[in-house]
């Protein structure tokens, strides 16, 4: 049975930092590339980063300089470091998980939330 556990979220004053972390289980996580996404209140689901299988990363815009995505392969899991964090960036986080030799394998978390407000 695959899992992915997004944890991690919580309540954060704007300026402040988090890091999520999503473990996975039942699947070859090395062969997955993996992503964050997002989706605040009233708000269509958004890509906020990725990292491949082969660890090449990639950002929103609204996110860049301010996220990192990393992955450890041995853990299974995939971190999103959040910094300089404001009220935009409060939303449900949800980790993905996409096979890259299959469309058909791709797994999705329950989410974690993620509130910025002072």
């Known amino acids: 049975q695959v899992q992915l556990v997004e944890s991690g979220g919580g309540l954060v004053q704007p300026g402040g930092s988090l890091r999520l972390s999503c473990a996975a289980s039942?699947?070859?996580?090395?062969?997955?590339?993996m992503n964050w996404y997002r989706q605040a209140l009233g708000k269509q689901r958004e890509l906020v980063a990725t990292?491949?299988?082969?660890?090449?990363?990639r950002y929103a815009d609204s996110v860049k300089g301010r996220f990192a995505i990393s992955r450890d392969n041995v853990k299974k899991t995939v971190y999103l470091q959040m910094n300089s964090l404001n009220a935009e960036d409060t939303a449900v986080y949800y980790c993905?998980?996409?096979?890259?030799?299959?469309?058909?394998?791709?797994?999705w978390g329950q989410g974690t939330q993620v509130t910025v407000s002072s």
């Open positions: 993905n998980a996409k096979n890259d030799y299959s469309i058909l394998h791709e797994y």
């Open positions: 039942g699947i070859s996580f090395s062969i997955y590339g």
């Open positions: 990292i491949t299988s082969g660890g090449s990363t």
